[in-house]
């Protein structure tokens, strides 16, 4: 088997392997309108409680 | 009465050049190449006619060059120029007349820098033909069987020869009319030759022009090929195919793996939970287990009627942190109209997240807005909410199954493309 073959062949099954894994833990399922609080992502700390 | 086979070389009776023979013992006529009188190689090269010669074609293949072509030495013994003219177009093309003491009499053609092959076919059936007169009546577009294989109408050329030199196994007449019928089967090409009452089917083979240079001893960049010749076949990248076929798999797998996870269930954190529109805001809380923190849906529905609700929501992880804001509007309409009962919107709503810890998730309904539509309506009075956790998304996968089918696509499109071109050189309408 040429280079060229083994190395689509690995990129092609990582590419579905790791697809699969973050697929299977729902990523790409959440509701793209949620008003998501920075805090969720940042982990900072912000006066006053709530940032929004 | 054929010509002395010792013969290596003549002088033209008519204007006392030297001239070469290399033809073999069928050559009958011999065309002089200084003067152009058309020599009878069957008696002593007796001068018959002067061949109303045009300017002499441009071609690097000359007489008496040799060269190895599909595994046989051959010799160019005579040189022929075909012009057509049609619509106001002209085309031309030069077949050089190739000898082998072995194999006979081939032809080597050159037109707009691409070579071919072509070689008589003998001892075909007669239904073996497809003629002038069949091409033009027929409704659907004619097809012949040979050898097994099914080849298909591509184009007409009446053509008439412009220009002769050399040794012939026949005796070219300037403006004599051919009418050759082409047709292909795959990579396969068959000419259907008609000439006066002589009739000739030649197997045509696309050659590679580099190597066919390279093989008469001329440059390997002596001609230029231009555009697809239909008797080409197509020369891809040699991992082509299997990047196209990996590629195809690997869409289909994805597609099946997306189809698949979209349709896991999931685990009911909620049993369904009623709340009276009258009873906002309140609060609702559920259990999320599931370590791997994959998606959760939070599931609503209403009695609207011809009416619609927006209910508010805002959602707090176990670290009492909001983890978003959002709303829904639940809306449903229905009636009867001339074409009979319709129905638009549905009673549901959802909407998905991803937990950021296990724990308790709390869920505050904040608020609700709603208004009715038409007839038969009626304001809603509750909503229903339900959630599940530990499920997955094929969005990702569905994404990667598109990306691979365009690359299959991709890696498709150049045997494709050369497909079109190469039948483009048709001439059949189905008018």
């Known amino acids: 088997m040429s280079v060229i073959r083994a190395v689509f062949l690995i990129l092609t099954t990582s590419a579905i392997g790791g697809t699969s894994y973050v697929a299977y833990h729902g990523a790409g399922g959440e509701s793209f309108d949620l008003d998501r609080s920075v805090r969720t992502g940042s982990g900072g700390v912000f006066v006053g409680g709530r940032v929004k | 009465m054929s010509r002395a086979p010792e013969l290596a070389t003549i002088n033209c009776t008519a204007c006392g050049a030297g001239l070469d023979v290399l033809g073999g013992g069928r050559v009958t006529r011999h065309i002089c190449s200084y003067c152009g009188t058309e020599l009878d190689a069957t008696d002593n090269y007796r001068a018959l006619k002067k061949f109303a010669n045009q300017a002499r074609p441009e071609t690097p293949f000359r007489i008496g060059m040799t060269g190895t072509v599909v595994g046989v030495d051959w010799t160019i013994v005579g040189v022929l120029q075909h012009r057509e003219n049609w619509a106001g177009k002209t085309w031309e093309w030069i077949d050089h007349q190739l000898y082998s003491p072995t194999h006979g009499y081939a032809w080597l053609t050159l037109e707009d820098g691409h070579v071919t092959f072509a070689r008589r076919m003998r001892g075909l059936p007669h239904s073996a033909w497809m003629s002038e007169r069949w091409v033009e009546t027929a409704e659907n577009v004619p097809t012949v069987s040979i050898h097994g294989q099914r080849f298909r109408y591509l184009q007409t050329s009446t053509s008439t020869v412009s220009f002769a030199e050399g040794e012939f196994t026949w005796s070219p007449t300037s403006g004599e009319k051919t009418v050759s019928i082409s047709a292909l089967a795959g990579d396969s090409m068959i000419d259907f030759a008609e000439t006066g009452t002589e009739r000739e089917i030649h197997q045509v083979t696309w050659l590679d022009p580099a190597q066919t240079c390279v093989a008469f001893g001329l440059e390997p960049k002596a001609i230029r090929p231009k555009g697809v010749h239909p008797a080409q076949p197509y020369r891809g990248w040699k991992e082509k195919p299997f990047l196209r076929n ?92 001339s074409e009979g009962n319709w129905s638009e919107g549905g009673r549901y709503a959802s909407l998905h997240f991803l937990p950021t810890v296990p724990g308790t998730y709390e869920l505050t309904l904040t608020g609700v807005e709603q208004g009715v539509w038409g007839n038969q309506s009626r304001n809603a009075t509750y909503v229903e909410v339900t959630a599940k956790q530990g499920m997955s998304s094929g969005t990702y996968l569905f994404l990667l199954a598109l990306v691979f089918a365009l690359l299959a696509a991709l890696l498709s499109a150049g045997r494709m493309i050369h497909h079109t071109r190469r039948w483009r050189h048709s001439d059949w309408s189905d008018d």
């Open chain 2, 246 to 337: 990996v590629s195809g798999l690997a869409a289909v797998a994805a597609l099946v793996i997306g189809l698949v996870l979209s349709f896991l269930p999931g685990t009911p954190v909620l049993e369904p939970v009623t709340t009276g529109f009258s009873q906002l805001p309140r609060t609702i809380s559920f259990e999320i287990t599931d370590p791997a923190r994959r998606l959760a849906g939070i599931y609503f529905s209403s009695n609207v009627s011809n009416s619609w609700a927006y209910v508010e929501v805002e959602l707090t992880d176990p670290q009492d942190e909001t983890l978003f804001e959002a709303g829904r509007t639940i809306e449903y309409y229905f009636g009867r109209d």
